[in-house]
């Protein structure tokens, strides 16, 4: 496990000075004092068009937001109090990537990037990213990772997407129901009040996490809202939470939920906020409650696995609606280390060129892996194999994405018999998944 805390990481020399000679402050904002916190936690609601946050909400952000390194910018010449006028924060997360018993890479997760409207096209989303980049490849870390709210930013800093999710929504009254096979009897479901459901969403996300490549594990602010125990939250009177326990009395699936009411009739839409199962059965259980629930239309959730069974418990798979979209963003900073930790589905041996703008990724790579599936990773001076942007590797990374698409699309350099090399090597049995965002 990586122990590095990010907060004890120095702002970036580079964007610094760049940011200096704008007539503008870069440093790391200090969440212990209490009018630094105040106006940070003010700036990020302003800069995600969130209304202006109460103190008790800002109270609860800030005690998450002192786990992680919070950067700020602001005017020279402004006041103590003033608000920053772009945010970033960061921390180093595990990671799950491909491999046995749930192996982990350290991410460093970048969140709460904002630029204030009265300063945009000034270079400081650029000044922000790349000492976000600067800084995790000098500590050592050996990808970065992001959630995002803009699909067309990030790449030009290397990020590719990564981890496809799925957005689902069900016809309930046309799907015919979810039958479940008789050996999953012992699976039993049982509501829970909200402080229990917050333990459960958590418990469960920790154990499941490891199942698949792409996850993290989620904070405790998290399953706070989730299980809509933090003020202001709209929709907290209409949240309900289920839990399935198996024979054996353990949690082994929990669901977060609101219902909807609809205005023509008598019945209502079931909304997923958040659904973590670490057994198929518990799965099965928790779709098999929300698609046979009684009185509801439709059932919605998002930031599921693209290889979801969904479609094939239900009795019509036409009454489910998937549409697939970017969620997870990658950005590999240091081949060997990142490569080099991940197992594969078969062997390989190719060389490739990367291209980084930013020089964290670039150069020839050889990537040697046994019939184990274990991997070396060193410099090479052979022609390559395959030629690609550091954005296009970090999205083969987890397997989620087909190196056939990519070389497909231009992205990739590399003949039609390499490509498949690559994706048999990739892939991975089970989708990669994120189910949070950050």
């Given amino acids: ?23 503008l402050d870069y440093r790391i904002v200090d969440m212990a004092d209490p009018a630094s916190a105040r106006a940070f936690a ?8 969130d209304g202006e946050p109460r103190e008790e909400q800002i109270a609860l952000s800030t005690e998450m937001m002192r786990e992680r390194r919070n950067i700020g910018v602001f005017e020279a010449s ?9 945010t970033v924060d960061s921390w180093v997360t595990p ?33 922000l990213l790349e000492g976000e980049l600067r800084a995790a490849a000098t500590a050592g870390v050996p ?106 009395g353990i949690t082994r699936g929990a669901l977060a939920y609101t219902l909807d009411e609809l205005a023509e009739e008598f019945g209502a839409d079931l909304a997923i906020r958040h659904l973590a199962a670490e057994t198929p059965e518990a799965l099965r259980a928790l779709w098999a409650f929300a698609v046979n629930h009684d009185l509801v239309r439709t059932v919605q959730a998002d930031l599921r696995p693209v290889d979801d069974p969904l479609p094939w418990l239900v009795g019509d798979q036409r009454a489910v609606q998937t549409v697939v979209h970017d969620h997870g963003w990658l950005r590999i900073l240091d081949v060997p280390a990142a490569l080099g930790a991940r197992a594969y589905r078969g062997p ?40 690609l942007g550091v954005d296009a590797l970090s999205s083969l990374y987890l397997g989620g994405v087909s190196a056939t698409t990519l070389r497909a699309a231009g992205r990739i350099t590399a003949s039609a018999e390499v490509a498949v090399e690559i994706e048999d090597a990739f892939g991975t049995a089970v989708a990669p998944t994120l189910s949070i965002w950050y």
């Fill in 95 to 127: 990671m799950t990537i491909p491999g046995t018993g749930g192996v982990v890479l350290p991410m460093w997760a970048i969140s709460a990037v904002t630029v204030s409207a009265t300063h945009r096209r000034r270079g400081i989303a650029r000044s």
């Fill in 78 to 86: 402004a006041d103590a109090d003033a608000l920053p006028v772009a």
């Fill in 42 to 49: 003010r700036a990020d609601a302003r800069g995600f068009l």
């Fill in 143 to 248: 990808v970065a990772g992001l959630t995002a709210s803009e699909a067309t930013i990030y790449g030009r800093y290397g990020f590719g997407p990564a981890i496809p999710v799925a957005r689902m929504q069900v016809d309930a009254r046309r799907a015919g129901g979810i039958a479940l096979p008789a050996a999953d009897g012992a699976m039993r479901v049982e509501y829970l009040e909200p402080d229990a459901l917050m333990v459960a969403l958590g418990e469960v996300h920790e154990r499941s996490r490891l199942a698949r490549g792409g996850d993290i594990p989620g904070w405790p602010l998290r399953w706070r809202r989730m299980a809509a125990l933090v003020p202001g939250d709209e929709k907290a009177r209409s949240v309900r939470g289920v839990r399935a326990v198996d024979g054996a």
């Fill in 1 to 23: 496990m990586h122990t590095l805390d990010a907060r004890t990481v120095p702002v970036d020399p580079q964007s610094f000075a760049r940011l200096r000679a704008a007539g």
């Fill in 348 to 387: 390989l041996d190719l060389t490739l060129r990367v291209m980084d703008p930013l020089g964290f990724a670039d150069g020839d790579w050889r990537l040697r892996v046994d019939a184990s599936g274990s991997a070396v990773v060193s410099a090479a001076d052979a022609a390559p194999d395959v030629e």
